[in-house]
Each structure stands twice: as C-alpha cells, then as structure tokens.
C-alpha cells in the first residue's frame, strides 16, 4: 500500500511538471541564426528549364525554441527562384517566394529547398548567358541574408510539335529500306533547312530526336555544344550525313574548338553519369557521316551505326572521344567504321562492339573500359558476325574484315577481347601491333581463333602488360615514355600524328597519344 502511494504521488508530480512546460512557446527572433552557406550557387542552366533542388540548412544555436517571424525573397513576388521551408511551401499568395512565423526548436535545425527556372528573354535581350542573383530574407528588422546565384545561358531549342491532343510528333521515314515511308514511334521530327548548321554562337538543346531528312547533311561547326534531354539523340536517314567539324583546342579542360554531345543538366553531379540522353543514330542508308575533335559522354550508345557494310564512307571518326555510356560506345552492326585517334571508355557493356558482321579498319586508338558502376558482362572490344531476331532466329552475316592496327585494347575486366562467330558466316579479322588484356589461365577461350600464335590473326602483339595510363578512371588515357605501348607501333594510318596533332615518333607509339615524359 506504501508503495502504491509513492508511486501515485510521483505519477502526479511528473504530470503536474510536464503541464507546465512551455514545449509550445516559441520566442520571435531575429539575427540569430546560422546557415550552412552564406552564398547558394545553383550553379548553371539552361533558360526555361528547371534546375536540380538544392539545399540550405538553418541552425537556432540558442537554448530557445524560436519562431522567425519571415522568411522570404527579397525580390518577392517577382522572384524566379522557389523555396520550400521544411515541407512547407508558403504563405498564399506568395507561395515558394514567403513565410511567416517559422518555428525552430532550441538547438535544431530546418532545411531549405532551392529550384529555379528563368527565362533569359525576360531579364535581357542581347545576352547569350547572365548572371541571376536574388537573396533569402530571415527577419524583419534585423534580417540575415543568404545569398542566391545562378548563371543563365540562353540556347536554341528542338523539339517536336504536339497537336490539339497533346500527341507528341514522331518521326515517320522509309525504315526498312522498300521505298515507302513508315510510322515509327519515335518522337522527334526532321530538322529544316536553316536548321542544318549548328553553330557555336548558342548551345543546342534537343528534346526527342532530330533528324536529318534524305539527301541532306547535318554540318556541325567547331566549338558548338549539342545538349540532349532525356530519351533524345539524333538520327540521320537514308542518304542524308551528319559532318562534325571539330577542331583542335588548346585547353584540355574547356575543349573550346572540340564539338561537344552530352545531356542537358548542366550541374557539376551531373557531368560524369551515364545514360542521360540517347544516342547518334546513323541509320541504314546514311552515308558519308565524319566526326573530327569531337566529344561525346554521358549518352546510353554514343554511336549507333546501322547497315551499308560495303560503303566505306559509312563512317569516318578521328580525333575524337567517347565516355561514360551506359551500354556501348560504338555500337556497329552489319555496317562500315574507319576510325583513327579514337579513345573510348567507361561503358556499360563494350566500348566497340563490331556486331552482325560488317567492315572495320581501326587505327591508333585507345579502346579502354574501366566501367566502375558495377558488373559488366562484355569487353572492351567485342566482334561477331550474327544477330538474333526477335524470335530467336539466329541470322547470319560476314565479318568481311575487322583491322585494329596500333590499339590499345585494355581494362579493369579480363579479358577486353571476345570473338563470338558463327561458322555458317566469314568471321575476318587481324590485330596487329595491339597492346590487349587478354588473360586465360583455365583455357576458357579456345579454338582457331584464340590461337594468338597464329599470325593470320595475330601479329606482333603485347599481352597482359599494364599501359600505364595517367588516370583511367578520370579518362585521362595518355601515356608515360615508360609504357610498354611506347615505341611498339608499325607504319599505319593516315593522319601521321596523334589525337593531339603531335607528330608521331618512328617507330610510333600504341594507342590514340604519343607518350609523354610525366615527370616533367
């Protein structure tokens, strides 16, 4: 019974205590608040498309619970920034631009979420790019600031139509070659006649697909930048060519003579992943198609080609890089490649996959793969000469010839070489002067064509033996005068220098860059 009164007793003392805290008193404030940042750079984007969230957080540093009697924009209504205050989105009318009486326990804290999109036409009229500024107000009288800025650059616009509906167009051309016109459901639409030279003066955006008509070409000026959205790329139809007319730049960062394809985020968490847009689609019939100092990353295949295996105009690609795609960087299948100076990595499944037969000549280049997102189930390089059907029907076709001459084939799998042929088609190839990683301790890979003894196939090869590249995974490929690639070429090719338009040494070095001294 003693028992039972002290603990009634107690009971009653604490619900008496708790009754009187004050858990629900908050103390207005101002001036006394802590930021995470004093400055928010929402860092670059394109006029008209939203930005990436970003975040502030706020600390109450004091033993009180406070309310902030404002929190808002100092250019208020008229603001193009919108802020969400720890899921709360404002005070109507002034939703995402204010609020009033914030509440923050002692010793807490909040966040901010920051979005913007602007319309460079409306702040200026003769700029390409622009400076946005606004600020976050905390208080009344006493207020704090945290300041916000973000670069605006102005772009030319494609994108397809959408009728009454809301349909969104699709391109609709001859696909499989019989002379009519198909419908495809791919949304996009074909670019006009004073649409067919990018220039370098804006960048471009494109949402689904452009395309390049019949008989005509695409020509692409040194300098320009092409933006992808998502599920966007550019195809090229029959008897049309897309010509990218890269040139050398003097700045390894800001390749300012380089074309450059990437996706359309422009934020520095966006510039290394894969998979943002889709791809260049060369498709069966096109021709005449070069890229020259030209860069194309964060794509799903940087290079599709389709078809045309006996035109050896089909595709011509030097000086020129491909990285971060999320399945393949080339990607041909039953067609034509020539390619000189060509460093590709950093691929999802292969980095040049020659697939369903076809002609290749490749020439001092650097076919690397140190994918690092997770498992890959392909090489670096893969050749073969079939395709499999949506019925499961295997087809066959010619490998008439698949020539890498002077390439470093190399990786962070092994091996970074796989020859999947069928007897009822030609399987023709011939790797000469080729540094390659390829390491088969329990003969897994057997027959005529692993006979690396056999010089119908294999000439003067490097096995095994680390290239010694500067930084793969940073796709920095050069390398030192210490490689095993230096020094081991043979005659070959036509440009006469590397990637760099440096003059090749005699005998030549292996791979798309001369070696360098990197002590110096």
Not at 84 to 92: A, L
Not at 241 to 248: I, K, Q, R
Not at 260 to 284: A, C, H, K, M, Y
Not at 417 to 431: G, H, R, S
Request: proline content about 4%.
């Amino acid at each position: 019974m003693k028992r039972y009164f002290y603990f009634l007793a107690s009971f009653c003392f604490l619900l008496l205590w708790s009754s009187c805290r004050k858990d629900f008193d908050f103390t207005p404030t101002e001036g006394s608040l802590r930021f995470s940042k004093d400055t928010v750079y929402l860092d670059t984007v394109f006029t008209n498309i939203g930005s990436s969230t970003y975040t502030l957080k706020v600390y109450n540093t004091s033993n009180n619970d406070i309310s902030i009697p404002k929190i808002k924009l100092q250019e208020g209504q008229n603001s193009n920034y919108r802020l969400n205050v720890d899921g709360m989105t404002g005070d109507s009318p002034l939703t995402g631009k204010e609020f009033t009486d914030v509440e923050l326990l002692a010793k807490d804290s909040m966040y901010i979420f920051i979005e913007t999109t602007i319309d460079i036409q409306s702040l200026v009229s003769d700029e390409t790019q622009f400076l946005y500024t606004d600020a976050i107000e905390f208080g009344i009288n006493n207020k704090q600031t945290v300041e916000l800025v973000t670069l605006v650059k102005d772009a030319v616009f494609i994108y397809p139509n959408k009728d009454s509906e809301g349909v969104i167009e699709t391109l609709v051309f001859d696909v499989d070659g019989d002379g009519t016109d198909d419908e495809t459901n791919i949304q996009g639409r074909f670019l006009e006649d004073d649409e067919l030279n990018f220039t370098n003066e804006k960048p471009y955006v494109i949402y689904g697909y452009a395309a390049v008509d019949e008989g005509k070409t695409l020509n692409i000026a040194a300098g320009a930048r092409v933006h992808f959205h998502a599920n966007s790329g550019l195809l090229v139809t029959n008897n049309a060519s897309l010509h990218a007319n890269g040139l050398l730049s003097t700045d390894d960062e800001l390749l300012e003579n380089e074309i450059i394809f990437e996706g359309d985020r422009l934020e520095p968490g966006f510039s290394e992943v894969p998979g943002q847009w889709q791809t260049i689609w060369l498709f069966n019939g096109s021709t005449d198609n070069r890229f020259d100092y030209t860069t194309i990353k964060n794509s799903t295949v940087g290079i599709l080609v389709d078809g045309n295996q006996d035109d050896s105009s089909k595709l011509q690609i030097n000086n020129s890089q491909i990285y971060n795609s999320s399945n393949f960087g080339v990607l041909g299948r039953a067609t034509a490649i020539t390619a000189e100076n060509l460093i590709i990595n950093k691929s999802g499944q292969s980095s040049f996959a020659a697939t369903y037969g076809g002609n290749y000549n490749v020439t001092h280049s650097t076919i690397a793969n140190y994918w690092s997102n997770s498992f890959r189930q392909f090489p670096a390089l893969l050749l073969n000469n079939f395709i499999t059907d949506s019925n499961q029907n295997i087809i066959p076709n010619n490998l008439n010839s698949a020539n890498f001459t002077n390439c470093i084939i190399y990786g962070n799998d092994n091996p970074e070489l796989l020859l999947d042929q069928i007897p009822e088609a030609d399987f023709n190839f011939k790797f000469k002067n080729c540094l390659l990683l390829f390491n088969d301790p329990n003969n897994n890979f057997t027959g005529p064509y692993y006979n690396f003894n056999d010089t119908d196939f294999y000439e003067n090869m490097l096995f095994n033996l680390d290239p010694e590249f500067i930084d793969p995974q940073q796709n920095k490929l050069q390398i030192s005068l210490t490689s095993p690639a230096a020094g081991q070429g043979t005659n070959a090719g036509n440009l006469g220098s590397d990637i760099r338009q440096m003059p090749r040494p005699s005998p030549s070095d292996i791979g798309a860059y001369n070696a360098v001294d990197l002590e110096n």
